[in-house]
Every structure is written in structure tokens, then in C-alpha cells.
């Protein structure tokens, strides 16, 4: 009697660990038929998602299907097999490479877009320009009060993306560490980190508290977003198409694809198209920036 | 199989059909067991790992930073533990309170009004309380108690009181309602007001499952992932003082639900957030020990009176 039960639970373990290794290995042939899965950043997702319904107009034999999650997400499954496309508003770490390495999986890079990332205020907030060097103080936790930047007397509130997004690692970079790889700066903790864009625009709806950031691409019309200057003393710039190709704003970057070695025969032939002016086009339409070739 | 014709046949058809329930029904009960083994053990697989990456100094410490290797985990656990104790003062009082008026109180209608209502804030999925934590209690909280942002401990503790509240009022009801009757008429007898038949002899008599009705909404309250995320603001903040339940903070359900899905199988940072899931396993395993325990000694001091 005992020991049927502890037959029982092992066969119960080699269940759970034999499912476990049994997905490693499914990459393949999902790239082979002409289904493409892709996966990741939040940023990309709805520009993924009108990208691949026009694709699927066009090219009624491939299926498309776009989740977000997150850059780190969609890096991670790519590495894990589950993805063929990851889409990332960052560059892949040397840390992901190592372990996509360890898989037998090599990351090949694509850039699809560009993107800006704008500060954004609640459009009750006097406030309207900063200097880089001022933002990288308030989300450090060096200015906590509006006045000490010429606003009314109130505290900040520090809104981010949760630190899976590739927007908070962006930001981190290029703003609160001013781009210096060797800064140590981080966030202030009483950094309010909300799980989606929606969370952040929400709050700075009915905050007057608030500051947040986002991609150029989610930012409603109702919010109030600031002129940066990269310098002080350099003219305060706010972000747009115009401003992000000539390069005068100063927080804006390149939006990535990633495919697990060269891509499939379908799956280049969407990345080509991605690329093609028709494919830009739908870039521009979303409040990104098309890359310029 | 045996002959049905035969008497002895269907006797041993009985004895067989008889063997294989009690034996599917020994394995069911068994399973539970089983699985939580099972959940426990890989649990500690992927959890303890940790301990030998990440030395005990920076796992105690101060900051919650993961993509910088700061594995400080202090302040999702004070964040946790003040979440859940604010949800407590809540619950609780407002949950037995309710119990005893429906079981107690209340008219016969009023009742059958009431327990299906409180039944249906029971299936209210958390992600609709989220919601309007998101878009009516945060913003409210804000401007009420001229707090910075309505993102708060205390937003989460209030959504978690109401997640438990239907838990503590159904057991704690289902407890009061098995006091026999004849204690009631005994307290009536000898002249004791309703406030005091309540108060010194159903409550007390009812002791045991009121108590576990306590700490099974303390239990749900712990574990709740998806409100706390979208309502506390998850900054991963020390909560040490009673202030600390007007700012935000960030929890360790909440932590480990948002994180999850970005680690790479085996890094320091996915083992650290199963370490954390052990953690909160241990947590509901001493609540659940310490439930039992009490409930236990208190039967057997009842049963001493009643020796």
C-alpha cells in the first residue's frame, strides 16, 4: 500500500521534470510552418500588432501572433524556444547572450523603428521644461519637492515601468545615469513601479503629484509632456518625429527585433517588409519614428 | 468477472466495487498531501540556491534593485506583512461583526438577503477590485488624506479586508451557528442581555472556528497577487513605522508576479524570487500551524470545564 503511493508520487515527479525538458526543443518546427510567434516588449506590442494584421491582409498564409509582457520577457523566451521573434526596446544584454550562448541559440539583431521616450506631467503642473540633469535629481530622490524646479510647493511623486520593461532600463541609462555607463545611480525607492503604461497614465491623469515617463507612442493628448535639454543651456526640445530623425531630442533610441540565429525564410520575408516604406508607413501612424534609410 | 446469477458473486462485485472507492478515496486524500510535498520540494530546489549566491548580508538588506543585483529582501517582506496586518484590522472586526449579526441578529429574511450577497463579494474576481482601487479608491484616498498619491499600503489593505471579508464572515457564521441553542436560552435564564449572551457565551463557545475563520482570511489576504500589484504602487520601500501604511509599498506576491516573467531558468534573480515564494509558503504553513494549535488547546480547556 505505502509503497504504491510513493510509486505514485515519483511517477507524479518524473511527469512534472519529463514536461519540463520536453520544451526546450520546440522552436523549430513552429519557424518551419509559416506561423510566426512573437513576443515582448510592451512598448512594441501595438505597433507588432498593426504590423502583423496588415502582413496577414497581404500574406493570408502566415499566421502572426503578437504578446507583450516586456522586453526581458520576450528575450528570455527566445532564449527559452517558446518565442522565434522578440521584440525589445533595448539591446540584448551580454548576460542574455551569454545564457541564449549556453541554449545553442545565437541572438541576431534587427532595428525596426525608432522611438522617444517623453516625460510626462499631470496638465494641471505649471512646469513645462527640464534639463536632463534635473530629471536624473528627481528620480534619484535629489529634488523631491516642485518648488525647487519652479513649480508649486508639492511633493513628486515618481511614477516607472516595472524593471522587466525595456523603457525603465532605457531610462535608467539615459536619463538617470545621463548616459555615463560608469554611473552608479539608481532610482529612488520610493519609485512607485506600475506594471503597464496604463497604470502610469492613469495616475498622472489625477495626480498633480506625478511625474512619469513613456514611449512617444503612449502618451494621450490630455497629459502634459516637458521640453528637454540635454545640457544646461542647450534649448529645450519636445519630442516629435521632426525632432527624434534630426536628432535634437535627447532621449530617444532604437526599437529591436530579435530572431534566434538567422531568421526563416518567412520570417525575413516580414522583416524585409518591416523595413520597406509600406511597413514604415505603419510606424509613423503609431507615434513611433521610421527608421531612416 | 464472476457470475451475476450468484449470490456470493455479487457479494465479492460489492467487495470489489467497495475496495476500489475506498482505495480512489484514500489516494484523493493522500494527493493533497502529495502535492504540497511535491510544490514544497521543488520550491526548495529552486529557492535555496540563493542562499549560496547571494551572501546573508545582501539578502537582508535595504534595497529591492534586481537588475543591479540588489537582492535585499526586507522590504517586500514588511511591505507584505503591512499590507496584510492593515487588511486584518479590517476584516476582522468587520467580519465577525457581520457574522454575528447574521447569525445572531438579523431577521430570518434579512439573513437570506444577506449571506448570498456576502457570497458574491466572495467571487468578485481581484483584478475588478484592482480596478476600482485604480480608478475610485486611490484618487479618493488621495485628495481624503491629502496623502502625495492614493497608491498605498493602504488602498491594498482595504481591497485586500474586503477579498478576505467574505472568508471571515462565512466560517466564522458557519462557527456561530453550531453553538447548540441551549447555551443561548441558558444565558437568556439567568437574565443576560443579547450584548451579553453574545459577547460572554456564543463568541466565546464559538471560539475555535472564529478563530480559524480569522486566519483563513489572513491566509487569503497573504497570498493575493493581482490587486496589490495594481494598487500599492510597488515601490519596494522599508515599512517599519505605522505612517508606512500611507505610502506605498511593494509586496512580495506582487514582486515575484511582476518579475516572474522577465528571469532567464537559473539566474540569481529567478532563484532569489522562488526563495521568496518559499518564504511566503513558510508564512502560511506557521499561520495554519498556529490556527490549529490554538484551536486545539482551546477544546481541550473546554473540555476540562466540561469535565
Given at each position: 500500500?505505502?509503497?504504491?503511493?510513493?510509486?505514485l508520487?515519483?511517477?507524479?515527479?518524473?511527469?512534472?521534470?519529463?514536461?519540463?525538458?520536453?520544451?526546450?526543443?520546440?522552436?523549430?518546427?513552429?519557424?518551419?510552418?509559416?506561423?510566426?510567434?512573437?513576443?515582448?516588449?510592451?512598448?512594441?506590442?501595438?505597433?507588432?500588432?498593426?504590423?502583423?494584421?496588415?502582413?496577414?491582409?497581404?500574406?493570408?498564409?502566415?499566421?502572426?501572433s503578437?504578446?507583450?509582457?516586456?522586453?526581458?520577457?520576450?528575450?528570455?523566451?527566445l532564449?527559452n524556444?517558446?518565442?522565434?521573434?522578440?521584440?525589445?526596446?533595448?539591446?540584448?544584454?551580454?548576460?542574455?547572450?551569454?545564457?541564449?550562448?549556453?541554449?545553442?541559440?545565437?541572438?541576431?539583431?534587427?532595428?525596426?523603428a525608432?522611438?522617444?521616450?517623453?516625460?510626462?506631467?499631470?496638465?494641471?503642473?505649471?512646469?513645462?521644461?527640464?534639463?536632463?540633469?534635473?530629471?536624473?535629481?528627481?528620480?534619484?530622490?535629489?529634488i523631491?519637492?516642485?518648488?525647487?524646479?519652479?513649480?508649486?510647493?508639492?511633493?513628486?511623486?515618481?511614477?516607472s515601468?516595472?524593471?522587466?520593461?525595456?523603457?525603465?532600463v532605457?531610462?535608467?541609462?539615459?536619463v538617470?545615469r545621463?548616459?555615463?555607463?560608469?554611473?552608479?545611480t539608481?532610482?529612488?525607492?520610493?519609485?512607485?513601479?506600475?506594471?503597464?503604461?496604463?497604470?502610469?497614465?492613469?495616475?498622472?491623469?489625477?495626480?498633480?503629484?506625478?511625474?512619469?515617463y513613456?514611449?512617444?507612442?503612449?502618451?494621450?493628448?490630455?497629459?502634459k509632456?516637458?521640453?528637454?535639454?540635454?545640457?544646461?543651456g542647450?534649448?529645450?526640445?519636445?519630442p516629435?518625429?521632426?525632432?527624434?530623425?534630426?536628432n535634437?531630442?535627447?532621449?530617444?533610441?532604437?526599437l529591436?527585433?530579435?530572431?534566434?540565429?538567422?531568421?526563416?525564410?518567412?520570417?525575413?520575408?516580414?522583416?524585409?517588409?518591416?523595413?520597406?516604406?509600406?511597413g514604415?508607413?505603419?510606424?509613423?501612424?503609431?507615434?513611433?519614428v521610421?527608421v531612416a534609410? | 468477472?464472476?457470475?451475476?446469477?450468484?449470490?456470493?458473486?455479487?457479494?465479492?462485485?460489492?467487495?470489489?466495487?467497495?475496495?476500489?472507492?475506498?482505495?480512489?478515496?484514500?489516494?484523493a486524500?493522500?494527493?493533497a498531501v502529495?502535492?504540497?510535498?511535491l510544490?514544497?520540494?521543488?520550491?526548495?530546489?529552486?529557492?535555496?540556491?540563493?542562499?549560496?549566491?547571494?551572501?546573508?548580508?545582501?539578502?537582508?538588506a535595504l534595497?529591492?534593485?534586481?537588475?543591479?543585483?540588489?537582492?535585499?529582501?526586507?522590504?517586500?517582506?514588511s511591505?507584505?506583512?503591512?499590507?496584510?496586518?492593515?487588511?486584518?484590522?479590517?476584516?476582522?472586526?468587520?467580519?465577525?461583526?457581520?457574522?454575528?449579526f447574521?447569525?445572531?441578529?438579523a431577521?430570518?429574511?434579512?439573513?437570506?438577503?444577506?449571506?448570498?450577497?456576502?457570497?458574491?463579494?466572495?467571487?468578485?474576481?481581484?483584478?475588478?477590485?484592482?480596478?476600482?482601487?485604480?480608478?475610485?479608491?486611490?484618487?479618493?484616498?488621495?485628495?481624503?488624506l491629502?496623502?502625495?498619491?492614493?497608491?498605498?499600503?493602504?488602498?491594498?489593505s482595504?481591497?485586500?479586508?474586503?477579498?478576505a471579508?467574505p472568508?471571515?464572515?462565512?466560517?466564522?457564521?458557519?462557527?456561530?451557528?453550531?453553538?447548540?441553542?441551549?447555551?443561548?436560552?441558558?444565558?437568556?435564564a439567568?437574565?443576560?442581555?443579547?450584548?451579553?449572551?453574545?459577547?460572554?457565551?456564543?463568541?466565546?463557545?464559538a471560539?475555535?472556528?472564529?478563530?480559524t475563520?480569522?486566519?483563513?482570511?489572513i491566509?487569503?489576504?497573504?497570498?493575493?497577487?493581482?490587486?496589490?500589484?495594481?494598487?500599492t504602487?510597488?515601490?519596494?520601500?522599508?515599512?517599519?513605522?505605522?505612517?508606512?501604511?500611507?505610502?506605498?509599498?511593494?509586496?512580495?506576491?506582487?514582486?515575484?508576479?511582476?518579475?516572474?516573467?522577465?528571469?532567464?531558468?537559473?539566474?540569481?534573480?529567478?532563484?532569489?524570487?522562488?526563495?521568496?515564494?518559499?518564504?511566503?509558503?513558510?508564512?502560511?504553513?506557521?499561520?495554519?500551524?498556529t490556527?490549529?494549535?490554538?484551536?486545539?488547546?482551546?477544546k481541550?480547556r473546554?473540555?476540562k470545564?466540561?469535565?
Open positions: 500500500m505505502k509503497r504504491n503511493l510513493f510509486l508520487a515519483f511517477f507524479l515527479i518524473f511527469l512534472i521534470t519529463g514536461c519540463g525538458s520536453n520544451q526546450e526543443g520546440q522552436s523549430g518546427p513552429a519557424s518551419a510552418s509559416a506561423y510566426i510567434e512573437n513576443k515582448g516588449s510592451d512598448t512594441i506590442v501595438n505597433l507588432a500588432l498593426a504590423w502583423a494584421e496588415q502582413y496577414q491582409i497581404e500574406h493570408p498564409e502566415i499566421r502572426i503578437v504578446t507583450g509582457g516586456g522586453s526581458g520577457t520576450g528575450i528570455a523566451s532564449i524556444g517558446t518565442v522565434g521573434l522578440a521584440n525589445a526596446s533595448r539591446q540584448i544584454t551580454a548576460d542574455e547572450t551569454k545564457q541564449a550562448e549556453a541554449q545553442g541559440i545565437h541572438p541576431v539583431e534587427h532595428i525596426i525608432r522611438d522617444a521616450i517623453a516625460v510626462i506631467v499631470n496638465p494641471g503642473n505649471p512646469v513645462s521644461q527640464l534639463t536632463l540633469q534635473q530629471v536624473s535629481d528627481i528620480y534619484s530622490g535629489k523631491s519637492n516642485w518648488q525647487q524646479i519652479g513649480g508649486e510647493d508639492r511633493p513628486i511623486v515618481r511614477l515601468r516595472e524593471t522587466n520593461s525595456g523603457t525603465h532605457y531610462f535608467l541609462a539615459t538617470l545621463l548616459g555615463d555607463s560608469k554611473s552608479k539608481l532610482f529612488s525607492t520610493d519609485t512607485l513601479l506600475l506594471p503597464s503604461s496604463e497604470g502610469i497614465i492613469n495616475e498622472l491623469r489625477q495626480n498633480p503629484n506625478a511625474i512619469g513613456d514611449g512617444l507612442g503612449y502618451v494621450p493628448k490630455d497629459l509632456v516637458i521640453a528637454l535639454a540635454g545640457k544646461q542647450a534649448p529645450y526640445v519636445l516629435s518625429i521632426a525632432t527624434v530623425n534630426n535634437t531630442y535627447a532621449v530617444s533610441r532604437d529591436y527585433m530579435y530572431t534566434a540565429g538567422d531568421a526563416s525564410d518567412a520570417m525575413k520575408a516580414y522583416l524585409d517588409w518591416i523595413v520597406s516604406p509600406e514604415q508607413k505603419i510606424v509613423a501612424s503609431q507615434g513611433f521610421p534609410r | 468477472m464472476s457470475n451475476p446469477g450468484n449470490s456470493t458473486g455479487t457479494k465479492s462485485d460489492l467487495s470489489w466495487q467497495e475496495y476500489i472507492i475506498t482505495r480512489a478515496i484514500r489516494a486524500g493522500y494527493s502529495v502535492f504540497v510535498a510544490i514544497f520540494y521543488f520550491l526548495l530546489r529552486e529557492g535555496l540556491p540563493t542562499l549560496g549566491e547571494v551572501s546573508f548580508s545582501d539578502l537582508f534595497r529591492w534593485y534586481p537588475i543591479e543585483n540588489y537582492f535585499g529582501i526586507l522590504p517586500l517582506i511591505g507584505t506583512v503591512i499590507v496584510t496586518l492593515g487588511a486584518a484590522l479590517i476584516a476582522v472586526p468587520f467580519g465577525i461583526g457581520t457574522a454575528i447574521i447569525s445572531e441578529i431577521p430570518r429574511w434579512a439573513r437570506e438577503i444577506l449571506k448570498p450577497l456576502v457570497e458574491l463579494l466572495g467571487g468578485l474576481p481581484s483584478v475588478v477590485l484592482g480596478f476600482l482601487g485604480i480608478l475610485v479608491l486611490a484618487p479618493n484616498l488621495r485628495i481624503l491629502n496623502l502625495p498619491t492614493g497608491l498605498t499600503a493602504l488602498a491594498g482595504i481591497l485586500l479586508g474586503a477579498i471579508l472568508t471571515v464572515v462565512s466560517v466564522a457564521e458557519d462557527a456561530l451557528d453550531t453553538v447548540p441553542r441551549s447555551y443561548r436560552e441558558g444565558a437568556w439567568l437574565g443576560a442581555t443579547r450584548w451579553q449572551t453574545i459577547w460572554r457565551v456564543t463568541l466565546p463557545a471560539r475555535s472556528g472564529v478563530l475563520a480569522v486566519m483563513l482570511g491566509g487569503r489576504a497573504i497570498g493575493e497577487t493581482m490587486t496589490v500589484m495594481m494598487v504602487g510597488n515601490a519596494p520601500v522599508l515599512a517599519v513605522t505605522p505612517g508606512a501604511l500611507f505610502s506605498p509599498v511593494r509586496t512580495m506576491t506582487a514582486t515575484i508576479a511582476a518579475e516572474m516573467g522577465e528571469v532567464a531558468n537559473g539566474s540569481v534573480h529567478y532563484h532569489t524570487l522562488f526563495f521568496i515564494g518559499m518564504l511566503l509558503f513558510i508564512f502560511s504553513l506557521v499561520i495554519n500551524v490556527a490549529s494549535a490554538v484551536v486545539f488547546r482551546s481541550k473546554a473540555e470545564v466540561l469535565s
